[in-house]
C-alpha cells in the first residue's frame, strides 16, 4: 500500500511559478515509478510527466516540456513538479500518483493522491 498526499497548489499569475510536493508513505516508495496528471473541469485526466523509480527515466507531455520539471527523493519518500512560465491552461487539479510500472496512461497507476488545485490568471 501506498498513501500519497499533494501538497504546493495555488493561485498564481500567468508567467509565474509553482512546486508541487507529493509525500508518500509506505516503504515500497522507491520502487514505484510516480506519475503527475491534471484534471480540468468537463476534461478527462491528462497525463503530465512521470519518472521511474531510479529517476533515470522521465517523461514530459508535449504541452509542458521545457516549463515543468519533475523530480524525486526516494530518501524523503517525496516526488516534486517544479512548475514555471505557467500558462492560464495550465489550471487544473494535479494528481500524483504511483505506479510499478514506467507508464503513461492512468489506468496503469494503482495508487493515487486527493489531488491539489493549481489556478493561473491570465
Known amino acids: 500500500q501506498v498513501q500519497l498526499v499533494e501538497s504546493g497548489g495555488g493561485l498564481v499569475q500567468a508567467g509565474g511559478s509553482l512546486r508541487l510536493s507529493c509525500a508518500a508513505s509506505?516503504?515500497?516508495?522507491?520502487?514505484?515509478?510516480m506519475g503527475w496528471f491534471r484534471q480540468a473541469p468537463g476534461k478527462e485526466r491528462e497525463f503530465v510527466a512521470a519518472i521511474s523509480w531510479s529517476g533515470l527515466r522521465i517523461y514530459y507531455v508535449d504541452s509542458v516540456k521545457g516549463r515543468f520539471t519533475i523530480s524525486r527523493d526516494n530518501a524523503k519518500n517525496t516526488v516534486y513538479l517544479q512548475m514555471n512560465s505557467l500558462k492560464p491552461e495550465d489550471t487544473a487539479v494535479y494528481y500524483c500518483a504511483a505506479s510499478p510500472n514506467y507508464k503513461r496512461t492512468p489506468g496503469e497507476y494503482d495508487y493515487w493522491g486527493q489531488g491539489t488545485q493549481v489556478t493561473v490568471s491570465s
Open positions: 509506505g516503504r515500497t516508495f522507491s520502487s514505484y515509478a
